[in-house]
């Protein structure tokens, strides 16, 4: 079953502009992670926050928790045309053993 | 280290056949997972295991789906028979976890993608 559920479905921006994702889960999670998927290709691990973080960076990633919301964010700040891809958001939820659900997915394509 | 490797990249078969994808993880990552990816139904975790020991194997579909993981760096997912309903891209990953910590970032090969006629 899809944990979180990711918002938009789809997003279209021009080069330089910033794209923000969102997330939404159901139960309570140790940590939820994003990963970007490019076409034809596996998922690549981006960024991990715990459950006791609200706000994380890397390079133009910024990510915000919000486990009162059950939610988070993604911000690619002055995207590029090579950030084109699926982003997934994933979610440790306790007392799952160590095991991710995955949502559905967004695709973000970036204009040159 | 050169990744999680998964062969074959691409296979297709026909109906009633006996498929085997097999999967490399990264030397010294203690969880293995397998998913099938698909449009209608996104990224699915099939089964996982922690030290070569299936821990939930509840997302496997059907009694035609079978994997292994006979020693630290191998693993096998069998599907026997083959059906058309099982064309997907099937993704193996692996991650290493300090006890405790919760799950860390899962590394993912590049996928084998599997079509059934």
């Known amino acids: 079953s899809q944990q979180g559920e990711e918002d938009p479905q789809a997003l279209s921006i021009q080069e330089g502009e910033n794209a923000t994702m969102n997330c939404s889960y159901k139960t309570s999670i140790n940590n939820l992670q994003w990963y970007r998927q490019n076409s034809g290709r596996g998922l690549v691990h981006l960024i991990l926050i715990r459950s006791n973080e609200r706000e994380k960076h890397s390079g133009r990633l910024r990510v915000t928790l919000d486990t009162s919301k059950k939610s988070s964010s993604l911000l690619i700040t002055a995207s590029r045309a090579a950030d084109t891809a699926s982003y997934f958001c994933a979610t440790d939820n306790t007392g799952a053993n160590s095991k991710l659900t995955f949502g559905k997915g967004i695709t973000l394509s970036v204009r040159p | 280290d050169a990744g999680v490797i998964q062969s074959p990249r691409h296979e297709v078969t026909e109906m009633g056949q006996e498929v085997t994808l097999r999967c490399k993880p990264i030397s010294g990552h203690d969880y293995l997972f397998w998913y099938r990816q698909t449009m209608m139904r996104g990224l699915e975790l099939l089964i996982y295991f922690n030290n070569n020991v299936p821990i939930d194997d509840s997302g496997m579909p059907e009694d035609r789906f079978s994997a292994k993981m006979p020693n630290a760096s191998f693993s096998t997912l069998k599907i026997q028979p083959s059906e058309p309903r099982d064309s997907a891209v099937y993704f193996c990953?692996?991650?290493?976890?300090?006890?405790?910590?919760?799950?860390?970032?899962?590394?993912f090969g590049p996928g084998t993608r599997l079509t059934v006629t």
């Open positions: 990953a692996s991650s290493f976890h300090l006890g405790g910590q919760g799950s860390y970032e899962q590394y």
